[in-house]
C-alpha cells in the first residue's frame, strides 16, 4: 500500500480556512486520494476524494498537485465541529475488489475559538 | 447518521471468552469491512466481505473471524479474548463500484477484564 505523510497536528482559530497538507510521493496512476475525519468517540466519516482534478463538495476542497505527489484538504471557514483527526488515504481503484482503506497515523486538528 | 448499525454499542467480558458483534450495512450496500481501533495501533484494517464473500484480509487474529450472510449484515467473532483485544471495533459498509467511499459506524467498545 502506497504511504501518505501528515503533520501530527494542526492548530487554527474558528471562521478561518484550513489548509491540511498530504504527501504521497509514491502514488500510483490508478491510486484514488480519499479523505476521512474522525470525530471524539465517533467512527471515521467520509470527507472528499479525488483522482486528478480538483474537487469540491458541501465539506471540503481537495487540491491535488499536478504531478499528485502531494495534495491538500481545505475547510473555507472551520467551526468547532471541525476538530478531528483527518486522514488522507490512497485507496487503490479497483473493480469490485479489494477496496480496504489503509489509515495512517492522522493529522490532529485543533480549532480555536 | 451514517446509516451503518452496530450492536452492541458496549461489551465488558472477561479473558478466555467469545463474543460476537453484529453489523448492519446501509441499504443496498454490498461491501462490509471491519476494522480495529486501539490507543497503541491506530485504525487497522481486519477484513472485508463483498456480497458474502471474502474479498480482503489484513491484520486478524485467527482467533478471529468474520462472515457476511445472504441479507448482507456481517458479524465478527472474537474468541479466546485477550486483554489486548480491548478496542473499539468498526463496521463500515460501500456500494461497489470504483473509489465509492466508506461509511463507517459508531463502534462497538470491548472491554476485556
Known amino acids: 500500500d502506497a504511504k501518505t505523510t501528515q503533520p501530527n497536528s494542526m492548530e487554527s482559530n474558528e471562521e478561518e480556512p484550513v489548509h491540511l497538507p498530504c504527501n504521497h510521493s509514491t502514488i500510483s496512476g490508478t491510486d484514488y486520494i480519499h479523505w476521512y475525519r474522525q470525530l471524539p468517540s465517533q467512527g471515521p466519516e467520509y470527507v472528499i476524494h479525488g483522482l486528478t482534478s480538483n474537487v469540491n463538495n458541501r465539506m471540503a476542497s481537495l487540491a491535488i498537485a499536478e504531478d499528485r505527489k502531494s495534495s491538500t484538504l481545505i475547510l473555507h471557514r472551520a467551526t468547532l465541529r471541525d476538530a478531528a483527526v483527518y486522514y488522507c488515504i490512497l485507496r487503490p481503484r479497483s473493480i469490485q475488489g479489494a477496496q480496504k482503506l489503509v489509515f495512517g497515523q492522522g493529522t490532529r486538528l485543533t480549532i480555536n475559538p | 447518521d451514517s446509516g451503518v448499525t452496530q450492536t452492541p454499542k458496549h461489551l465488558i467480558t472477561a479473558t478466555g471468552q467469545r463474543v460476537t458483534l453484529r453489523c448492519s450495512p446501509r441499504?443496498?450496500?454490498?461491501?462490509v469491512y471491519w476494522y480495529q481501533q486501539s490507543l497503541d495501533q491506530g485504525l487497522q484494517f481486519l477484513i472485508q466481505y463483498y456480497n458474502g464473500e471474502e474479498r480482503a484480509k489484513g491484520n486478524i487474529l485467527e482467533r478471529f473471524s468474520a462472515q457476511q450472510f445472504p441479507d448482507l449484515h456481517s458479524e465478527l467473532n472474537l474468541s479466546s479474548l485477550e486483554l489486548g483485544d480491548s478496542a473499539l471495533y468498526f463496521c463500515a459498509s460501500s456500494v461497489a463500484g470504483v473509489g465509492s467511499p466508506l461509511h463507517f459506524g459508531n463502534g462497538t467498545r470491548l472491554t476485556v477484564t
Open positions: 441499504s443496498g450496500d454490498l461491501s
